[in-house]
């Protein structure tokens, strides 16, 4: 993730990067951006669906991605000033998480905003309808698990983190375990505390096997294994610093992903991976492939030199919570802008565009808008790449 400031500005340069690092941080908000904008959500191309419940798929590889990536940066981030608390530092997590917790909470508000405008609402009806706004969500996940990750790389010796991160993860396993957790259901505990602290009216309603609740996948008590999520990729950032040659960083980074990856799968059968409870397993096996991955891409892109591909990828790179959020403004516009009595902009381009050129195919003409989208963003951050214009939010 870039660096965040208070105020939203560009500036000019890049610094010493790791190029790898840019690279899957692009494809992760590239796919982020894809799986978030199917042309319809009752057509979705197999790969590009989240699994229902226990199970894994492409699309829920990610958010883990980005996240797990994020805690490397959070050590780029925090190791200039030392790893020393202080005002200053302390400071600049603070206003960090703040920032990026406004803005989930700002585009969850214009999302409503929008649809009380197209339901007829009067202005203001629509300006304050805060009763039923989704408090938790992707940005404000972050936000809490960069901060509490800042927080504790701060307060810990850093060798005792892996035990840190082991404690966590066992901790909420046994919640998991003994409060029914792994089932979709009102007595989940996860749903449980989220229904009293957020309320249902805040919470993300889902519907599994015609079963509707209200089950958070970014809810409050899931935040716990996020934040273990964070200081693996913490350490990962640790092993990537402490070592200067990449034949060796990658060599780290695979033995790492190897171990996590294997002992994810091996504890599936009892603790199954699941991103909507955001469970043990499944942070252990994102964690693991998103190293192995990173240990790829330094070895094709740092190592071999072959670049000419991920140019692409670089301009999200660059410029990913910009990309994010500029990705999530425009798919709430199209939404919601109507063209017609019955049709949004989106509805028109996909009904009467893509579903004609696709002869009715209706998965073929979602998954090309989809694509389409993703490359209408890419165009805004090829032309912030070319100018090497960095917006730190």
Known sequence: MNETNSKTKAKQGGGNRLLALDILRGITIAGMILVNNPGSWGHIYAPLEHASWNGLTPTDLVFPFFMFIMGISTYFSLRKFNFAWSGPTLWKIVRRTVVIFAIGLAIAWFSLFMRGIVNEATFWEAVLNFDHIRILGVMPRLAICYCAASLVALILNHRYLPGFIVLLLVVYAVILLTGNGFEFADHNVISVIDRKVLGPDH????????????????????????????????????????????????????????????????????????????????????????????????????????????????????????????????????SNIKVSDKLSVKGWIYTEQLMPMCGGDATLASLIFALGFVFVIWCFGYVLYKKKIYIKI
């Open 203 to 334: 919470m993300y309603k889902d519907t599994i096997d015609g079963l509707t609740l209200h089950f958070d996948p970014e809810g409050l008590l899931s935040t716990i294994p996020s934040i273990a999520h964070v200081l693996i990729g913490f350490w990962c950032g640790m092993l990537i610093t402490g070592t200067r040659d990449n034949n060796s960083r990658i060599n780290k980074l695979f033995i790492l992903g190897t171990i996590l990856t294997f002992v994810g799968f091996l504890l599936d059968f009892g603790i199954p991976i699941n991103k909507k409870v955001w469970s043990p397993t499944f942070v252990l096996t994102t964690c693991g492939l998103a190293s192995s991955f990173l240990g790829l891409l330094i070895w094709i892109i740092d190592i071999k030199g072959k670049k000419g591909w991920c140019r692409f990828f670089e301009s999200f790179g660059i410029n990913p919570l910009f990309m994010y959020v500029l990705g999530a403004v425009v798919s709430i516009l199209i």
